[in-house]
């Protein structure tokens, strides 16, 4: 079964530092990958998506997250971070294989931005 | 255009009695989902939809979990009687097609006491 692992629960950082927070999968076939956010008493919203086509893929608010293959890995990386970015940040997984029926969450990790 | 709506927000009851919850998707949505989201933990999905019929329901404990989505489009998940590691915020979402991104309501919040 497919699983989903981000290795870290908490990542506290400072404001305008950069930030990486990992995720990686098991599933070795092809994938859709999923960034969610989820705000303070808020519902999941999307943040962004792999498909197909590039491997790197970029938010609207100035995430980008990286496809890669060989290392079933797509983490999210911000290279300043806002106090607005203080959210918890969910990794999900699609497998193809299974016609991306199935949703797939990590665990969650929670960003907290100090100033 | 309208998002998910879920009701109720909040609802505290104690262990063995029954409570409903009620989510109505985005319009055209074909395809809805329940997960339940424990404290510290990543949404687990309990059952998937795909117009009234069920697509996956491998992790919806039957014993006293059930839902149901008459007409393809509001859907209810009940739970009866509850357990105490019931409690836990429960999340519909829908989306266009199988694979397509995932709309979520705000969820509703159970207390089981």
């Known amino acids: 079964a497919q699983s989903v692992t981000q290795l870290d629960s908490q990542v506290p950082v400072f404001e305008e530092a950069p930030v990486e927070l990992r995720c990686n999968y098991s599933?070795?076939?092809?994938?859709?990958l999923f960034w969610y956010v989820q705000y303070p008493n808020q519902g999941l919203q999307l943040l962004l998506k792999y498909l197909s086509g590039s491997t790197l893929v970029e938010s609207i608010n100035g995430f980008e997250a990286e496809f890669n293959k060989s290392q079933t890995s797509f983490h999210l990386r911000k290279p300043s971070v806002h106090i607005s970015d203080t959210a918890e940040y969910f990794c999900?997984?699609?497998?193809?294989?299974?016609?991306?029926?199935?949703?797939?969450f990590g665990q969650g990790t929670r960003l907290t931005i100090n100033p | 255009e309208a998002g998910v709506a879920q009701s109720p927000r909040y609802k505290i009851i104690e262990k063995r009695q029954s409570v409903a919850f009620w989510c109505n998707p985005i319009?055209?949505?074909?395809?809805l989902y329940w997960y339940q989201q424990i404290l510290g933990q990543g949404p687990k999905l309990l059952i998937q939809?795909?117009?009234?019929?069920?697509?996956?329901d491998s992790q919806l404990p039957k014993d006293r979990f059930s839902a149901e989505r008459l007409k393809g489009v509001d859907s209810t998940l009940k739970i009866q009687p509850a357990k105490l590691e019931d409690s836990a915020v429960y999340l519909c979402?829908?989306?266009?097609?199988?694979?397509?991104?995932?709309?979520f309501g705000e969820g509703s919040r159970l207390t089981v006491l």
């Open positions: 999900a997984v699609s497998d193809l294989a299974q016609g991306a029926q199935k949703l797939v």
């Open positions: 599933s070795s076939v092809s994938v859709y």
């Open positions: 939809f795909q117009n009234n019929g069920v697509v996956d």
């Open positions: 979402a829908s989306s266009p097609g199988l694979g397509r991104e995932l709309f």
């Open positions: 319009s055209g949505h074909a395809t």
